[in-house]
């Protein structure tokens, strides 16, 4: 497994989790109940506010999923991705022989927000 397991934000303010992932058609099904359990045990960890995973509408070979999740701050995320329960669930999902998955992760501030006027 290529994935930093830990985060490094380094900032106290909030933070939001940013993940591409691409799977196989075949096993999308699966890897949204693989990505599932590794959300839940994020999600009881202090700071953690929320987190979606998308799936693109346009049938393909691939299925791409972009994963949201919204953090209090980096350092609850820090804290959290420190967990050995989630160490373990995230070496499962993609060390599975069942999936074959490809992810791009990163931390990203928010620089620029609209709402309705």
């Known amino acids: 497994m290529s994935q930093s397991l830990q985060s490094k934000t380094g900032v106290d303010e909030p933070v939001t989790v940013i993940k591409n992932y691409t799977v196989p058609a075949e ?45 209090g701050s980096g350092t609850a995320l820090d804290e959290a991705t420190a967990d050995p329960e989630w160490h373990a669930s995230l070496r499962r999902m993609f060390d599975d022989p069942s999936l074959h998955i490809t992810s791009e992760p990163a931390a990203y501030r928010i620089v620029v927000e609209l709402h309705p006027s």
């Open 27 to 71: 096993e999308a099904e699966y890897f949204v109940g693989v990505y599932r359990e590794n959300a839940r045990i994020m999600s009881t960890h202090p700071g953690f506010i929320r987190s979606r995973l998308h799936r693109v509408l346009a049938d393909a070979p691939e299925v791409r999923f972009v994963h949201i999740a919204e953090w």
